[in-house]
């Protein structure tokens, strides 16, 4: 699909004879110049081209539950192999996870660039940009993950910007329990530049205030969010730009594993990204990412008393990514991916919790890490087979080599269904805060070695035509067995947590999601998931890696009552593994209400209702923390 096609509206895909490698000069010299620049041009699956604007959701779409809630998040509808865990409502802390991982091997990629923090993957989500400038992500894992961005080694939600195709905009004011206000307000307007290329510009706004986020009285937030976009596309081609800062001030007390005193944390930061795309046809897609952000971050274990300990982190992140796919014959192929990330962090610490003097404690550190990836691969029918690797070079550790493999086969010749066979290896660097923290409840440990992971996955995926009652499906099984993953560990009860590295993890996994349409105005969703970990590492209390939900299956349905009147309900149960530090059961309710009526004089103008924790079961999330129990929202969003 070219990309003023689809600034014109015009959706028809296309899938030409192929042209081979050298046919296209243009391509040619994208490849040469990525490769050259230590990027290497890589790309991605049929699926994954950058040239597709709007990738194949191949088991069909999650219900979206509404527009109009207080955080306008990325990952709002996105697959259920990606689960949300929340330090707090309206946009305080939020760690993902892929498939039941930890937080700190999961994240987000926009726009080819992996989105990281040196100091903390806590803030790995942390990201500010309106929805409706986005596709519909999707969770990668697999060859998928290989082919994109092994930045997040578990997986990553992925999404680009799409070219508009009209002018646009969107206003919303709401409020909500615990003292709740929030507005944002997005605008975008389409122009053409020459004949046969169109630009665009447009600004975001996005603030929010809550007197209360979770089961503290103290944690309070104030967040802002500002940035603007361009971009220009012709036929065969399209750069966008995106600028972005974010403020939030609020009560973290519990967030960290600690509640005897009331934390406070302030963040700021920015983002710029560009992008440019180019489209060979033929399946030849390419494209470069640059991308430069910094979370400037100052935590308070008291913010009554600042100097009982006080810290301040200053991380920047630069990311260069390319990627293409290149076609030597109808039947022989190789996908190419160089991505380079620099990072510089600055910390510095003063605190008088042992009772001696207050001290400062400054350091500056960088670090530099590359990774290479070549996957060739041959098609004949309907079975796809490829196999490669993906050189990793970092400053402060040995060079590691990461092979990757998979089989694919197409269930019909429209490629809607598939079942695909993968192994990958990944590695990841321990953050700043496990290496180099220190507080009263935290230390890290400075010699902390490379994570290694060895996933094997199979997964079926079919998604039809749309003229049935099953819009899509899919299941999946993985097997994976990872050498010293960092977790914080508490070895006896009133211990620190510690950054520990554990002996060998061994994580099995099944789930599986399908989504039918039983009327034209009744969708229904059903997900479920089945995991398990083991390891011989001795422990009183885990945070992070191995505290996760054993079981977890949920049902959500949609119905259009009316023209002007939809309800969605979604109602799940969790099974967690037991832990000692958390408070209450563990089992977790999870229910979710959302109702939006648009307006019979004005349907771009709409009002919805939202309530979630129906049943008030103050479930922590965290080990810990106490959560807000009942949360609900009322706003108004327009149109335009």
Known sequence: ????????????????????????????????????????LPAAAETNAVAQLAPVTVWGERLRMGEAQPDDSLW???????????QGEAGGLVDLSVNGAAFSESGIIFNGAALKNAQTEHFNADFSCPSDWLETPRVLTGLDLFRANTGHPAGSLEAHTVAPTVRSGRATLGVGLGGLYFTRLNALEVFDVAPGVRGWAGAFIEAAHADRIDG??????????????????AENWMFDALVAFRWRDFGVRGAYGYDARPAWEANKQGLVSANWRYDAGDDQASEISVLWSRADDAYRLDRVVP????????????VVHAATRRHFADWLFVDLRGDTAFEVYDTARKHDYTGANPYAHNFRRTRVHGSYAVLPGVKAGRLEIAAGAAAEFYSAFDAQCNPAA?????TDDAERGKIALSYREATRMPSFTELTYEGPTTVGTYNLPLSHTRTVALDYSYSPDGSGTVEGVRAGFFLSRSHRLTDWLKTAPGGRWTATALRPVTFFGLSGDAVFRLTDSLKLMADGALTLKETD?????????????????????????????????RQGVEAWKSNPVRNGSSVRN??????????????????SLGLADLFDQAFEVIPGQKTQGVTGYLAATCKW
Request: aromatic share 16%; with cysteine; glycine share 6%.
């Open 1 to 40: 699909m070219r990309f003023l096609d689809r600034m014109n509206g015009k959706m028809t895909a296309n899938v030409p004879g192929r042209k081979g490698f050298w046919a296209n000069r243009a391509g040619l010299f994208v490849s040469i110049l990525a490769l050259a620049t230590a990027v290497s």
């Open 307 to 318: 100097e009982y300990y006080e810290n301040k982190h200053l991380a920047d992140e630069i």
């Open 406 to 410: 998979g089989v694919t086969y197409f």
């Open 76 to 86: 709002r509808g996105a697959p259920p192999a990606l689960t949300v865990r929340s």
């Open 590 to 607: 999870v229910s979710r209400l959302e109702t939006t009526v648009k307006m019979p004089f004005c349907r771009d103008f709409s009002v």
């Open 216 to 233: 503290y009285k103290e944690n309070d937030l104030d967040r802002l969010s500002v940035g603007g976009r361009f971009g220009l596309a």
């Open 537 to 569: 590492t001795d422990y009183y209390s885990s945070r992070y890696v191995m505290d996760y939900p054993l079981a977890a299956f949920a049902l959500e349905a949609r119905w259009d009552l009316t023209d002007f009147w939809s309800v969605s309900y």
